[in-house]
């Protein structure tokens, strides 16, 4: 196999998004009336791994939210759907489903073309069209001295698409460490302090902008609404920007990193109390995890090396020649038996890469460690849950999980069978904390993962975990389902709660994502407590009674 081939078959070709001109007879004929300052085109739609795809669909790309408004008004009165559309990077069919074929009345609207405006509110908050990329955001931010606690690793995600499905970093205060002015542990979205989006007004009989406080009881479920909404612009809380030590270890056996709770080794829970700020890329069928370590630290350590720009880990994001022939030959050939080979293959690669492009230490202005992955890394397929949990249980969390999988691994390759082939990833974060939000009533986010428990006010802390593997991978549905059974029935609220991460695969079957009923209609609403689901879906149905923002997946999901 080649490097162009490995781009052809993992990485996001530029084939995949080619805007064809409308025909203006074809248009006119197929959306007739549509507003005539908003130009359409034909495209296809590919999530992130391109398990889900569509071809031909219509969108346009709307200059600002007045034509938005009328783009979606014109999708309403004709009875058509209306999807926005970032950069497509999630797994998950919220904004499009399998086989939606090309002549279904599904409008992509793009926000990223047009909707990116960015500027200061104040010394704290900046406003931001909901198109613009987390990279041009946190750019922006630096270069007014702000900042954020944690981001998610992916520069290109949307603001938009990160809000939607509560996107977050990896961070909770080490030991001593006060919250500063302006930051939080939890996600992108509890830093809403206003949400602008279209929703239908009953006096005007139509759709219109209309802004929302974050102490108004609607936005409460605009902040991370699954697509069942359209956000055209935000206000953020934002704080200083802080200088922060990046350190990668690949010495420390997962035996170690990941043992139960009691001992004094080197233990995942031993770098939470020292930095707050980690993440364990663990990759499978190897022992020696790749650790990563932020620190607060305002002046560069003697031995770091400074970085002014993003995305300092070259041989992670430009797949090696090595691993793209093991993964090509694994997909093309069916040589899933080679599931060991690569995951030995992708350590020496990250073991090796720190040390060759002097990357294990990094120091610099926030952004510059927090977004470390490009859109030419591998591309894979990823189910997601974060488990609800006092801090203190952190480390248990994390090993009985790890030991379950190791457990479950072993028995799937004794049958000669490989449903991981790409790594464990383990992050920690704190909670959707309102009150981080400085804004007097601010509501959390009620469809936040991390939206906090009221019956349980010890849990503080989540505990992500997603486990990775080629699509099309044998097996994996069962296997995976195993490690979801597992998380629910161990983290059933009792001491500690599993719910899913939406952007991700959960609700698994035999041979399916997003199948489980069970989970679907019972432990996704139950996950979050306090009727908080059906509030949710009266105040989604209330702004968008016609449901033009949908698709068939959240019409099951809310039922």
Known sequence: MTDSWTRRSFLLSAAALTLLPADPAEAAAELPDFPADVGLYRTAYRNWVGEITATGLWACAPADGEQVVAVVNWAWRHGWRVRGRGSSHGWSPLTVTQDTPSDAPVLLVDTATHLTGLALESSHAVRAGTGVTLEALLTFLEGHGLGVTAAPAPGDLTLGGALAIDAHGTAVPARGEQRLPGQTYGSLSNRVLSVTAVVWDAGSGAYVLRTFARDEADAAVLLTHLGRALVTEVVLRVGANSNLRCVSRTDIPAAELFAAPGGDGRTLASYLDKAGRVEAIWFAFTEFPWLKVWSVEPAKPLTSRRVTSPYNYPFSDNVPTLVAD???????????????????????????????????????????????????????????????????????????????????????????RFPVNGSVEIRVTGLDDPADAELVGARAPLLSALRPDAARPEWDTAVWLDILTLPGTPYAEKFLREIERFLLDRHDGTDSLTRVEWSKGWAYTEDAVWEDEEVLGTVVPGSLGDGAWGQAAGILDRLDPHRVFGNAFLDRLFG
């Open 326 to 416: 093991i993964a090509g030959r694994m997909v093309s050939d069916a040589a899933w038996y080679l599931a060991p080979v690569l995951g030995n293959a992708q350590y020496d690669a990250a073991a090796l890469g720190l040390v060759a492009t002097l990357s294990a230490d990094l120091w610099g202005p926030s952004k510059n460690t927090l977004l470390y992955l490009k859109p030419t890394t591998l591309r894979v397929s990823a189910n997601g849950y974060a488990v609800l949990t006092r801090r203190d249980r952190v480390q248990r969390v994390v090993a009985e999980f790890t030991a379950f999988y190791r457990e479950r691994l072993a028995v799937y390759s004794a049958l000669g």
